[in-house]
């Protein structure tokens, strides 16, 4: 049987409607529309892209969003001033900062900078007060991705109360944030890492199964409970013909992509997953699309209460 394909593009493109009166309502009621500022150090292709597709996303939903570029020689201190200057902004709402980070800035370069952001203004959801809130379960600015997640479980009306959850993959920005709302959920969740021993048969006790960990096609069919919903997180490229020639045959769709472009994005989870799957999230047009219509959403949630504050 194939598993029901959860389609992230349509999830995204609805979430984004909803935005839409949302932002109207609020450029109405403060006479500008909510704003972020996206800042990008240096000049990464993959950062210039994501950067280039949110601020795109952003104009085309009606709210304000301003590009602030350092250059790939500027200090850690010039990044903090920007910051500095964007955290007193009355017209940004949101600011984002986009890793990684030029490594001359230092290893702990993120966390600072992350730290630094007004908690009010930090639509990534990464400021220490905002994860507190969420361990918490009275979070408002949650992380991007794991919180587009739910929104997609939702919207395809996949019960998470009650439910077993496992979420591969610890890091800040997808793994822990997605556990803990799945957990404020009452799913009971455990959480894998690189040190869990017998991994496949934790994830076989999965309705849910969360993949993120980076690793192009290693959730197997082994690792899936026949039924169960796997959301696949993991994006990485890949331009090693053998690896994916070993997963696509010559004339699969993915497979006539890759002789085109010479290059791949996989996900963690193995195309036979479909097989023994209920649901399951495609890469691409999977969890991808959720992480920037969750960025607008948490913008105008930003600027809401930013709005709310002032008039208390
Ligand atoms: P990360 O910081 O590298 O964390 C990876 C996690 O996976 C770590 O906790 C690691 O365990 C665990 N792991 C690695 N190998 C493992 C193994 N063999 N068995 C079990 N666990 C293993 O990555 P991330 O930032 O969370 O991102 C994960 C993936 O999601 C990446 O492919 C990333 O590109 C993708 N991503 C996609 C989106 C999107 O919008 N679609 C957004 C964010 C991230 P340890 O902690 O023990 O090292």
Do not use: W
């Amino acid at each position: 049987m194939s598993a029901r394909v959860l389609d992230g593009t349509a999830v995204g493109q609805a979430i984004r409607a909803d935005v839409r009166p949302d932002v109207e309502a609020f450029t109405r009621e403060a006479g500008r529309p909510p704003g972020i500022a996206l800042v990008l150090v240096g000049n990464d292709g993959g950062s210039e892209l994501y950067v280039g597709s949110k601020l795109k996303s952003a104009s085309e939903s009606g709210i304000r969003a301003d590009l602030e570029r350092l250059p790939a020689t500027a200090s850690i201190d010039d990044l903090l001033q920007l910051v500095a200057r964007l955290n007193a902004s009355e017209v940004h709402d949101g600011i984002l900062v986009q890793s990684p980070l030029p490594k001359s800035m230092g290893p702990d370069a993120e966390r600072r900078v992350f730290d630094a952001i007004d908690p009010a203004k930090d639509v990534d959801g990464f400021h220490p007060v905002n994860v507190g809130r969420l361990v918490q379960g009275r979070a408002s600015l949650v992380a991007c991705t794991p919180s587009g997640v739910i929104e997609m479980l939702d919207r395809a009306g996949i019960e998470i109360a009650g439910t077993r959850a496992v979420v591969i993959g610890r890091s800040d920005i997808v793994g822990k944030p997605m556990a803990l709302l799945l957990l404020n959920r009452h799913a009971t969740v455990t959480v894998c890492h690189s040190r869990t021993r017998d991994l496949a048969a934790v994830c076989r006790e999965a309705d849910i199964l969360v993949a993120a960990l980076g690793r192009p096609a290693f959730v197997t069919q082994a690792f899936v409970k026949p039924g169960a919903t796997v959301i696949d997180v993991g994006t990485t490229p890949v331009s090693d013909r053998a690896v994916i020639e070993a997963l696509f045959a010559p004339g699969h769709r993915r497979h006539t992509a890759f002789e085109k472009r010479g290059t791949l994005v996989l996900g963690d989870v193995h195309p036979s997953v479909e097989e023994t799957a209920g649901a399951l999230t495609p890469v691409p047009g999977g969890v991808g699309p959720l992480t920037i219509a969750m960025l607008l959403k948490n913008t105008v949630r930003a600027a809401q209460e930013r709005l709310r504050a002032r008039q208390a």
